[in-house]
């Protein structure tokens, strides 16, 4: 067994290129690995739960590429087994060029970003329109504005963690929230105790 995203991306040409740049014995150690990575771990899915956007790459029949993000609520992309993963498809911009092209290439990479702990994650699989209403309900998140159009079901190949160098760590409103709480406690205590302090000090 090897390194499954490696059998997907590691062409003759990118071969040619690690050797130009002198990787190509580390890259050889990434295609030996027992660690395969063609299946979900409890990890993974646990970190796919926690996001609530991620972008996604197909490719037309003429090779040009098109990058789109999808966002929803937190665990919009729902983990179906330790192969699959399916998200609702949301009304959007009507250009269809995702739809369009999975008509004719139903190849995909995913790229899931956790900015707040510098983590990424790349899945490659094969991506179809399901026109089932059943398994769409199932996607539809409770309370969310977005209408949902059509399911997305993903038959992940491989996946690979990528270096945590160059993220630029952010913060949702969500996740600062907490912390701000925090502050404004604070804040309105010493507030509350300036102005104790201040009524004693005209009191004398």
Request: hydrophobic content about 45%.
């Amino acid at each position: 067994m090897a390194r499954a995203f490696t059998q997907l991306t590691f062409t003759d040409a990118v071969k040619e290129t690690q050797r130009r740049y002198g990787t190509r014995e580390h890259a050889a150690r990434l295609e030996a690995s027992p660690d395969v990575r063609d299946a979900l771990t409890p990890e993974l899915i646990a970190f796919i739960a926690e996001r609530d956007g991620f972008f996604i790459a197909t490719a037309n029949a003429a090779g040009w590429p098109h990058l789109q993000h999808r966002g929803g609520p937190k665990g919009f992309l729902k983990v179906l087994d330790q192969h699959s993963l399916a998200f609702a498809d949301f009304a959007g911009n009507k250009q269809f060029l995702t739809m369009g092209n999975l008509a004719e290439n139903d190849r995909v990479c995913l790229f899931l970003l956790d900015y707040a702990e510098a983590r990424r994650v790349k899945l490659w699989g094969h991506a179809r329109i399901v026109e089932d209403p059943a398994l769409l309900q199932t996607l539809i998140m409770p309370g969310y504005h977005g209408k949902a159009e059509r399911a997305v079901r993903i038959e992940v190949a491989a996946w690979d963690i990528n270096c945590r160098q160059h993220i630029t760590r952010r913060f949702s409103a969500a996740e600062i929230a907490p912390t701000l709480a925090q502050y404004e406690e604070r804040i309105a205590a010493l507030q509350a105790r300036i102005a104790e302090l201040q009524a004693k000090t005209g009191a004398l």
